[in-house]
């Protein structure tokens, strides 16, 4: 099971920043969070990921608490084309393995 | 940008027949993931393939199900006798050492 908790959907007004919280108190020291989304039916699309640093690139920008028990990924300008499902996912960095996704956050931006 | 493509977009088959889903993983890309998602639900793992062997597979991912690396490009799901819950999107995947999966667009399969 994922070992993530995030809220079932959200809404967020175009133009305006998306603040996508996810909760993951049993992350271990060696484990990373990424976050993908899902555009309906589309492949999953990642987004951006951490460690313990706070991240940022051409998409997002991820914020990690410092105990690393949670974080939120940041949309700073929310557009219609973001309305997608946000999933955030911990793992073992550089791993091969299989992602575990959970029901993730449905994000609705709204005009 | 390179991209993870399969074929067929969609499939209609009718239970009990054999299927094969086509994938093209990035050119430069080591290991490879089928992962299938029921409407409406989660996104599952199935399995995953580096080196020409499977790495790790699900419960899922039963006998009915195998993959393979027929050439140099194209990765393949086969499903050896289709049932009406196979009906889902199927998705392939590829990684390369650079931390993170590409998905492809997915593959519909129903099962009638």
């Known amino acids: 099971d994922a070992k993530t908790t995030q809220p079932t959907s959200m809404d967020c007004a175009e133009g305006r920043a998306a603040n996508l919280p996810c909760n993951h108190s049993?992350?271990?020291?060696?484990?990373?969070v990424y976050w993908y989304r899902q555009i309906h039916s589309q492949g999953p699309q990642y987004i951006i990921h951490?460690?313990?640093n706070n991240e940022t690139n051409e998409m997002a920008s991820l914020i990690i608490t410092e105990d690393r028990k949670s974080s939120t990924l940041i949309l700073p300008h929310a557009t219609l084309r973001d309305t997608a499902v946000y999933y955030c996912?911990?793992?073992?960095?550089?791993?091969?393995?299989?992602?575990?996704f959970g029901k993730g956050t449905h994000l609705i931006i709204q005009p | 940008e390179p991209e993870v493509t399969q074929t067929p977009s969609h499939q209609v088959t009718q239970m009990g027949q054999e299927v094969i889903l086509r994938c093209v993983p990035i050119?430069?890309?080591?290991?490879f993931y089928w992962y299938r998602q029921i409407l409406g639900q989660k996104v599952e793992f199935l399995v995953s393939?580096?080196?020409?062997?499977?790495?790790?597979k699900s419960e899922i991912f039963d006998d009915q199900f195998s993959v393979e690396r027929p050439d140099g490009s194209n990765f393949t799901l086969k499903i050896r006798s289709t049932k009406l819950e196979d009906s889902a999107m199927y998705f392939c995947?590829?990684?390369?050492?650079?931390?993170?999966?590409?998905f492809g667009p997915g593959t519909r399969l129903l099962v009638l």
């Open positions: 996912i911990v793992r073992v960095g550089r791993g091969a393995d299989g992602l575990t």
């Open positions: 049993t992350i271990s020291g060696n484990e990373y």
């Open positions: 951490g460690l313990k």
């Open positions: 050119s430069n890309h080591l290991y």
């Open positions: 393939f580096y080196n020409n062997e499977i790495s790790e």
């Open positions: 995947a590829s990684y390369r050492d650079d931390e993170t999966q590409y």
